[in-house]
């Protein structure tokens, strides 16, 4: 079985602050799919990242790194000079199998992120 | 493209009624699901379907029914409403195969008294 933890309930960070929000995974698949999802306060739910397991490049996007390492079966998300914008609850997902089969997700339980003034 | 779209929103029901929520999307994805969302718990997936004709149980499918009759709908069924299934509903598609984005709808916030 997957599993996905986020042990970060919430964080509170000052505007312009650097954060992290770690993910760990489990998985006894060697083929897996790490995802980070974002959601408003608004609700709906945002894509942000998909990263295989067969490529442990970190990745930017501007203000947004993930650093993937298999060896910690980790996929911690930074978000570098948070604003007030990236208030949000945050999720991390694990999706195993090969292309084929069904994409189901398991989601961790989510980390909100408060960001202040 | 309106993507995924939910219907309807909002819904309170009272304990031991049943309704159907509703889930259609128009971009011709194969792969379909419902998860449920419930404070500290995440997303749990319900049911979900690789294809029209084509359903399966995911983590949490007690309570639920769904069917898959055309590719754009997938509506889930409540049989016998119970206050645990006070929850926020979202439906998602994607292409088929592992790793596929997953598209979200707006999701449905559903009450049981």
């Known amino acids: 079985a997957q599993k996905v933890t986020q042990a970060q309930t919430e964080i509170s960070v000052v505007e312009k602050e650097d954060v992290t929000l770690d993910c760990v995974y489990e998985t006894r698949d060697t083929t897996y799919y790490l995802f980070w999802y974002k959601q408003p306060p608004s609700g709906e739910l945002v894509f942000l990242i998909r990263r295989n397991s067969f490529d442990e490049q970190n990745e930017i996007s501007g203000r947004y790194s993930w650093n993937f390492q298999k060896s910690t079966s980790s996929f911690n998300f930074t978000i570098t000079a948070s604003q007030v914008v990236d208030s949000a609850v945050y999720f991390c997902a694990l999706s195993v199998g090969w292309t084929g089969t069904a994409s189901k997700l398991t989601f961790g339980t989510g980390t909100r992120l408060q960001v202040t003034l | 493209n309106a993507g995924v779209t939910q219907t309807p929103k909002f819904q309170v029901l009272k304990t031991g009624q049943s309704m159907t929520l509703q889930c259609a999307q128009d971009?011709?994805?194969?792969?379909m699901s419902w998860y449920r969302q419930d404070p500290g718990m995440g997303l749990r997936l319900i049911h979900y379907?690789?294809?029209?004709?084509?359903?399966d149980q995911g983590e949490v499918p007690n309570g639920y029914n769904v069917s898959r009759s055309t590719t754009e709908d997938f509506p889930l069924r409540l049989l016998s409403a119970a206050p645990s299934q006070t929850s926020v509903y979202f439906c998602?598609?994607?292409?088929?195969?592992?790793?596929?984005?997953?598209?979200f709808g707006p999701g449905t916030r559903l009450t049981v008294t």
């Open positions: 379907s690789v294809g029209a004709g084509i359903t």
């Open positions: 971009m011709n994805h194969e792969y």
């Open positions: 998602a598609s994607s292409y088929s195969g592992t790793g596929r984005e997953q598209y």
